[in-house]
């Protein structure tokens, strides 16, 4: 009886350390497992704050391409604004130039008929 009690004994203290060297191992991978677990959170952390530096930099970019686009729009306006206006000042030289031919051809004819007369 002594003698399976002791037999029973040695077999539930091994049980114990077999079970205590299963949490110990249990313990150390939950540990890893949790330093895993805290890198993953913080390169989270991390690329969602690169993300929002990049959103913010899009964002402004993006602000920056709506104003040099309506720039462009009004330079262009205004280009062909200053086109006709050259146009037109083109065309009143041409006529002042006209004008002034046909003015000098008749000073030049008046000259004639009183050279004759």
Do not use: F, P
Not at 15 to 39: C, F, G, P, S, Y
Not at 41 to 48: D, G, H, Y
């Amino acid at each position: 009886m002594i003698e399976e009690m002791t037999q029973e004994r040695d077999q539930l203290m091994t049980m114990v350390e077999d079970l205590r060297e299963k949490l110990n191992k249990a313990t150390v991978i939950q540990q890893e497992i949790e330093k895993e677990k805290e890198t993953a959170i913080q390169s989270i952390s991390k690329l969602q704050q690169e993300l929002q530096v990049q959103q913010n930099e899009i964002s402004r970019e993006m602000r920056l391409k709506e104003k040099l686009d309506k720039e462009i729009q009004q330079l262009h306006a205004d280009m062909e604004a200053k086109m006709a206006e050259i146009k037109a000042l083109n065309m009143q030289r041409q006529k002042a130039k006209e004008e002034q031919q046909r003015l000098e051809q008749q000073l030049k004819d008046l000259k004639v008929s009183k050279g004759m007369g």
